[in-house]
């Protein structure tokens, strides 16, 4: 089956900097991958996605990279806010359901 | 209504003790889905909920556990003979359906300690 881990359980980036966090997958076959933010006593909400027939997609201050070779994902996050501070998910899409990594703690300073 | 609506919010229960939690999805969504999320980790999938297809069960971690969803909308996931393992908090999500995860919504979880 699919399992998803991530290298760090706590990130800490001075406010402006920034962020890159990392996850791993197992299975090659997966062909969708999400990412998603989870603040404190809410419900994970939606970051940004990618298709295995993308590298690199783009949003709003995040990007999201992709590596099928090393079954490696990545969030970047550019000019990190206190906003930003969370946990942070990487999910693969197995079968119309979502298989989530243990997540890592995005703390930022002033 | 706007959002995945979950009661209660928070529920305590003595070991042994049966519970009851309830999800509203979205109004149309028709896949549902429940995840587990134990202190500091990732969410465990439980049980998901597409149309009048057969629920996939593949994430139930025991026989005490067991959900369904009345008409297409409401969700009950019921623990029977609660341990103090199944503490955790328990997250539902509906979609329209197709894998299409940027579709997922959220509720805020139950909180459910067993003491």
């Known amino acids: 089956g699919e399992s998803v881990g991530l290298h760090l359980p706590t990130l800490s980036v001075q406010e402006g900097d920034n962020s890159i966090i990392n996850c791993a997958y197992s299975?090659?076959?997966?062909?969708?991958f999400i990412w998603y933010k989870q603040e404190s006593g809410k419900g994970p909400q939606f970051i940004i996605d990618?298709?295995?027939?993308?590298d690199k997609r783009q949003g709003q201050r995040v990007t999201v990279l992709l590596n099928k070779t090393v079954k490696h994902l990545s969030l970047q996050i550019a000019a990190t806010q206190p906003g930003d501070s969370a946990v942070y998910f990487c999910?693969?899409?197995?079968?119309?359901?979502?298989?989530f990594g243990t997540g890592t703690r995005l703390q930022v300073f002033p | 209504g706007a959002g995945v609506s979950q009661s209660p919010s928070n529920k305590v229960t003595e070991k042994g003790k049966d519970v009851e939690l309830r999800c509203d999805p979205i109004s149309g969504h028709t896949a549902l889905y429940w995840y587990r999320q134990s202190l500091g980790q990732g969410l465990e999938f439980l049980i998901y909920?597409?149309?009048?297809?057969?629920?996939?069960k593949s994430g139930l971690p025991s026989d005490r556990f067991s959900a369904e969803r009345t008409g297409g909308s409401v969700s009950t996931l019921t623990i029977q003979r609660t341990q103090q393992e199944d503490s955790a908090v328990y997250l539902c999500?509906?979609?329209?359906?197709?894998?299409?995860?940027?579709?997922?919504?959220f509720g805020s979880g139950t909180r459910l300690t067993v003491v």
């Open positions: 999500a509906s979609s329209l359906g197709g894998g299409e995860a940027r579709g997922y919504t």
């Open positions: 990618i298709r295995s027939n993308m």
């Open positions: 909920f597409q149309g009048n297809s057969a629920p996939d």
């Open positions: 999910a693969v899409n197995n079968t119309d359901k979502l298989i």
């Open positions: 299975n090659s076959a997966s062909d969708y």
